[in-house]
């Protein structure tokens, strides 16, 4: 475990992050008016809110953070390894206000859902407990103290025969529907191929899906929809600072519904985060600049008069992302365009916003915009109906808008300490 406090922890907290601290057997599971009121800001899928009420049952648990002597805010990334960090901060209210700090938890990558499940309530427990001592008697609580196992695997790390790369193979999405008139078949599978370390982050990710669809019509001809879209992803990645990063990616795909019998693409790349990178699980503001090479191989010749081409792209990216207690926003910027044509051109916007409006109040906007001006692959003439309704061929367009909202509003009890898992 990682231990970054702030100042204003005091030295009784700064030495109980070394411990791990539970109630004593006889202390009772329910309190009456529980001293410290705790509202959890974690990811349902990261944090199983009824185990650890069940678990931690001496203090109140509250449905606002309005409403919170402390505000407990969980998030959560991929390690190197495939394993889970988890970064906690407590932030103290009120009589609590000067009480603030942050601590990692990591996660195995063979950890199963209970032993992560364990690990997170045990660091919140942890994390809780300098303000449970302050309105708990402290003979209720027992320690046991783990540091010096920590400390000694952590100099003596276990040899790693595999170097740093994880490779995990996945076969998902497998589907078989068999009707009498109509049969559907789709497949995904493929191999992720990972090793990251301080310096270097590289990815080998070959891919394969199909999708199959037979509609069988009286008296006329069957309908049939066979898609392909197979492909390679790789990149090589270099830290080159707390600030830099350069790199190269490497694509191949081969997709009949957007006419690419083959596409490579070569792209050096360089990325520079306004802010360290040790900064970016809460909160990043990046640049990405690509020169794209491109070679295109086109099962059918294009609108253009081509069956093949090489083609010179350049890309720039600028993307924020932040993750704090009041909500999450991403957003970004996107603009391409061919060197041998500049009208041949694409810009995208992005964005996410989830924002906590007030006691209870939340709203999320969603949103992309897309002016589509690079449709080089089009296959020349008309497409047909029933291209159009199985998605077989790509169609032209000079824009493409998605948009969504979403209120959510809680009301009543703010306490949150019942569990009762009946029909989970």
Same mark, same amino acid.
């Given at each position: 475990?990682?231990?970054?406090?702030?100042?204003?922890?005091?030295?009784?907290?700064?030495?109980?992050?070394?411990?791990?601290?539970?109630?004593?057997?006889?202390?009772?599971?329910?309190?009456?008016?529980?001293?410290?009121?705790?509202?959890?800001?974690?990811?349902?899928?990261?944090?199983?809110?009824?185990?650890?009420?069940?678990?931690?049952?001496?203090?109140?648990?509250?449905?606002?953070?309005?409403?919170?002597?402390?505000?407990?805010?969980?998030?959560?990334?991929?390690?190197?390894?495939?394993?889970?960090?988890?970064?906690?901060?407590?932030?103290?209210?009120?009589?609590?206000?000067?009480?603030?700090?942050?601590?990692?938890?990591?996660?195995?990558?063979?950890?199963?859902?209970?032993?992560?499940?364990?690990?997170?309530?045990?660091?919140?427990?942890?994390?809780?407990?300098?303000?449970?001592?302050?309105?708990?008697?402290?003979?209720?609580?027992?320690?046991?103290?783990?540091?010096?196992?920590?400390?000694?695997? $952590?100099?003596?790390?276990?040899?790693?025969?595999?170097?740093?790369?994880?490779?995990?193979?996945?076969?998902?999405?497998?589907?078989?529907?068999?009707? !009498?008139?109509?049969?559907?078949?789709?497949?995904?599978?493929?191999?992720?191929?990972?090793?990251?370390?301080?310096?270097?982050?590289?990815?080998?990710?070959?891919?394969?899906?199909?999708?199959?669809?037979?509609?069988?019509?009286?008296?006329?001809?069957?309908?049939? =929809?066979?898609?392909?879209?197979?492909?390679?992803?790789?990149?090589?990645?270099?830290?080159?600072?707390?600030?830099? !990063?350069?790199?190269?990616?490497?694509?191949?795909?081969?997709?009949?519904?957007?006419?690419?019998?083959?596409?490579?693409?070569? =792209?050096? =790349?360089?990325?520079?985060?306004?802010?360290?990178?040790?900064?970016?699980?809460?909160?990043?503001?990046?640049?990405?600049?690509?020169?794209?090479?491109?070679?295109?191989?086109?099962?059918?010749?294009?609108?253009?008069?081509?069956?093949?081409?090489?083609?010179?792209?350049?890309?720039?990216? $600028?993307?924020?992302?932040?993750?704090?207690?009041?909500?999450?926003?991403?957003?970004?910027?996107?603009?391409?365009?061919?060197?041998?044509?500049?009208?041949?051109?694409? $810009?995208?916007?992005? =964005?996410?916003?989830?924002?906590?409006?007030?006691?209870?109040?939340?709203?999320?906007?969603?949103? !992309?915009?897309?002016?589509?001006?690079?449709?080089?692959?089009?296959?020349?003439?008309? $497409?047909?109906?029933?291209?159009?309704?199985?998605?077989?061929?790509?169609?032209?367009?000079?824009?493409?808008?998605?948009?969504?909202?979403?209120?959510?509003?809680?009301?009543?009890?703010?306490?949150?300490?019942?569990?009762?898992?009946?029909?989970?």
């Amino acid at each position: 475990m990682l231990l970054r406090s702030t100042p204003s922890l005091p030295p009784l907290a700064g030495l109980l992050l070394l411990c791990s601290l539970v109630p004593r057997a006889g202390w009772a599971q329910e309190p009456a008016t529980p001293g410290v009121r705790v509202f959890l800001d974690c990811d349902a899928e990261a944090c199983d809110f009824d185990y650890v009420r069940q678990e931690i049952p001496y203090v109140g648990y509250v449905r606002d953070p309005q409403q919170a002597d402390v505000h407990v805010f969980i998030t959560e990334q991929q390690t190197g390894g495939n394993g889970r960090q988890y970064q906690l901060t407590f932030m103290g209210r009120a009589a609590y206000e000067s009480v603030e700090y942050t601590f990692e938890r990591f996660t195995h990558p063979d950890a199963t859902d209970a032993e992560e499940r364990s690990a997170i309530t045990e660091a919140i427990r942890l994390g809780l407990t300098p303000y449970a001592l302050q309105t708990l008697p402290p003979e209720d609580f027992g320690v046991t103290y783990v540091g010096a196992m920590q400390d000694a695997s $952590a100099q003596q790390p276990p040899d790693d025969r595999w170097r740093n790369w994880v490779f995990t193979a996945y076969v998902g999405a497998i589907e078989l529907d068999l009707e !009498s008139n109509r049969q559907v078949f789709d497949s995904r599978w493929g191999l992720f191929a990972d090793h990251v370390t301080e310096e270097w982050k590289l990815r080998i990710r070959p891919y394969f899906n199909y999708d199959y669809v037979r509609i069988e019509r009286e008296g006329r001809p069957d309908v049939t =929809s066979d898609i392909t879209r197979h492909g390679l992803e790789s990149y090589a990645l270099r830290s080159l600072g707390p600030h830099w !990063s350069a790199g190269v990616f490497g694509d191949y795909v081969t997709r009949n519904d957007e006419n690419l019998r083959h596409r490579g693409i070569l =792209s050096p =790349s360089v990325e520079y985060s306004v802010l360290p990178y040790a900064e970016a699980t809460r909160r990043a503001f990046t640049f990405v600049y690509q020169l794209n090479v491109i070679y295109a191989d086109y099962f059918e010749r294009t609108i253009f008069g081509k069956t093949d081409e090489w083609l010179v792209q350049q890309q720039l990216t $600028a993307s924020v992302a932040v993750q704090q207690p009041w909500g999450e926003v991403f957003a970004g910027l996107e603009g391409s365009h061919f060197l041998q044509d500049f009208s041949k051109r694409r $810009a995208e916007f992005f =964005s996410f916003l989830s924002v906590r409006l007030f006691e209870g109040l939340s709203v999320r906007f969603e949103g !992309s915009f897309d002016m589509i001006q690079d449709q080089i692959a089009l296959p020349s003439g008309d $497409a047909t109906l029933e291209e159009i309704l199985l998605q077989q061929r790509e169609l032209a367009t000079d824009f493409e808008l998605s948009l969504g909202i979403a209120l959510t509003y809680r009301f009543g009890s703010e306490f949150a300490n019942i569990v009762n898992t009946r029909f989970d």
